[in-house]
């Protein structure tokens, strides 16, 4: 063989394989057999399902996240951005096929004065001249490369992103929905508790007067039970406020105003909390829609790689037209005509632009996988948690109910002891504020127990699952 031959030869192989498709880098995350925290055994009936929401057994809960998926001004955001990678992801599959082209020119000129020159088609024996023209063009690069399949590729891999985007938002919306309703409940749960404290309060006030008044109580203890009262009262307006901030919150996720939120009517102790199973460490990779995204922009940057080597090298161009024209309308096809061209595109010199683009979707693509491995311990990390919260409410309630009741019963005593004068104002008092502060704590630790399943289902994923639709 020729020296020049084998030259070519060689050129052309490394060519192709500095061009061939580069791998998709692996997450490389030693993902644990089991979760650290108490789980129980895998149940199907107790997998996150896809309305994980209904599991609460609250019928407005239901009511509120129908309205928030055709509310929610985010998710309709969201909704817009699959569109707009839809059609950059048919713009980047239209250079595969030939691109074809109609054109109809029509042309006058005329001569106003002098002989006229040789570029003009008019003269001064024809100062007017007249031409039509109709072109039938198509062109079509070759994808010697595969540059062009990379950057559709690349394009589909971003629709999918947007897709589990899409998802995610709609999962951390319906997780706030959850967790907002539930902390306005509990709020009115701790303005009951408070109002049904200050009741008692005003009874004991009551009581302390009459004994005041018979000369059985001092001026220390009226002013004592005086005071517990009206700190009793100031914990009314705040606890309000606070509701009143919960519907507020609550509307806006919702995509609405305040004064069209209805009030809930649902007393919190009707709440139930779900028992979930969390499954594998390994069934995460499949659950969760912002790990999905985050392997999908990867796969995009892996794409884009390949774009980016393929442009460093020669491109072929095919092109054709049919044509036909004439001086007058009617003759307009009485003349075909054919042109068939092909053209060879290498760059030869750039300063460095070709490369330097290569080495940043490379460095693009390098910084997309650690934000893959991250979001796959941030998901390990989040399911950890609610795990962890789950128990560690669990066991504070037993002893959290036992505190509550033995509290209930020390604050009886206390008040028919003192009723007899057989007790001090000061050991009413302090088995009031013990009884107030147990049950708002009750209230609180059933909060946290239901927005440790809120945050395990969503640390879940929600029922969502790799090709699963939704």
Not at 21 to 38: I, K
Not at 462 to 467: K, T
């Amino acid at each position: 063989m020729p020296l020049p031959s084998r030259i070519s030869l060689l050129t052309l192989c490394l060519a192709l394989a500095g061009c061939s498709p580069p791998t998709l880098p692996q997450a490389e995350v030693q993902l644990p057999g089991a979760w650290q925290g108490p789980t129980r055994a895998f149940s199907e009936a107790d997998r996150p399902a896809r309305q994980w929401w209904q599991s609460f057994n609250s019928p407005e809960l239901d009511n509120l996240v129908q309205r928030a998926l055709h509310n929610s001004h985010d998710l309709a955001a969201a909704t817009a951005r699959i569109r707009q990678a839809r059609a950059r992801a048919a713009i980047a599959n239209a250079p595969l096929l030939p691109a074809v082209e109609l054109g109809v020119d029509a042309s006058r000129q005329r001569l106003l004065k002098g002989e006229g020159y040789n570029d003009l088609d008019a003269t001064s024996s024809q100062r007017t001249s007249t031409a039509f023209d109709t072109q039938l063009s198509a062109s079509y690069e070759i994808d010697f490369w595969g540059g062009l399949r990379a950057s559709r590729d690349n394009a589909l891999h971003a629709l999918q992103a947007s897709r589990f985007d899409r998802q995610t938002v709609q999962l951390s919306l319906l997780s706030d929905i959850a967790n907002t309703y539930l902390q306005g409940l509990a709020l009115a749960e701790q303005l009951r508790i408070a109002q049904l404290n200050l009741d008692n309060a005003r009874g004991i006030l009551r009581l302390v007067q009459a004994r005041q008044r018979a000369g059985s109580a001092t001026r220390l203890e009226l002013a004592q039970q005086r005071s517990l009262v009206a700190a009793q009262a100031r914990q009314i307006p705040l606890l309000a406020q606070r509701v009143q901030d919960a519907r507020i919150t609550l509307a806006t996720l919702l995509g609405d105003p305040v004064q069209q939120l209805p009030t809930s009517r649902q007393p919190f102790a009707n709440v139930a909390w779900p028992t979930v199973d969390s499954g594998l460490p390994s069934d995460l990779l499949t659950r969760r829609p912002d790990i999905a995204a985050a392997e999908a922009r990867l796969a995009a940057a892996n794409a884009n790689v390949q774009v980016a080597r393929a442009a460093m090298l020669p491109k072929i161009t095919l092109g054709a037209t049919l044509g036909s024209g004439a001086r007058t309308f009617a003759q307009t096809l009485e003349s075909p005509y054919y042109t068939l061209t092909s053209g060879l595109l290498a760059p030869i010199f750039d300063n460095g632009k070709l490369r330097a683009s290569r080495d940043l979707a490379e460095a693009e693509q390098a910084e997309l996988l650690e934000q893959y491995r991250s979001s796959i311990l941030a998901g390990l990390s989040d399911v950890e948690k609610a795990l962890n919260a789950l128990d560690g409410v669990d066991r504070q309630r037993h002893w959290q109910d036992e505190e509550v009741r033995q509290a209930q019963l020390a604050f009886d005593l206390a008040e028919q002891r003192y009723g007899a004068g057989a007790e001090t104002v000061l050991t009413v008092l302090e088995t009031q504020r013990t009884l107030y502060t147990a049950q708002d704590q009750q209230a609180t630790l059933r909060l946290a127990r239901l927005q440790a399943s809120v945050a395990l289902y969503k640390a879940l994923g929600g029922g969502w699952e790799v090709g699963g639709g939704g």
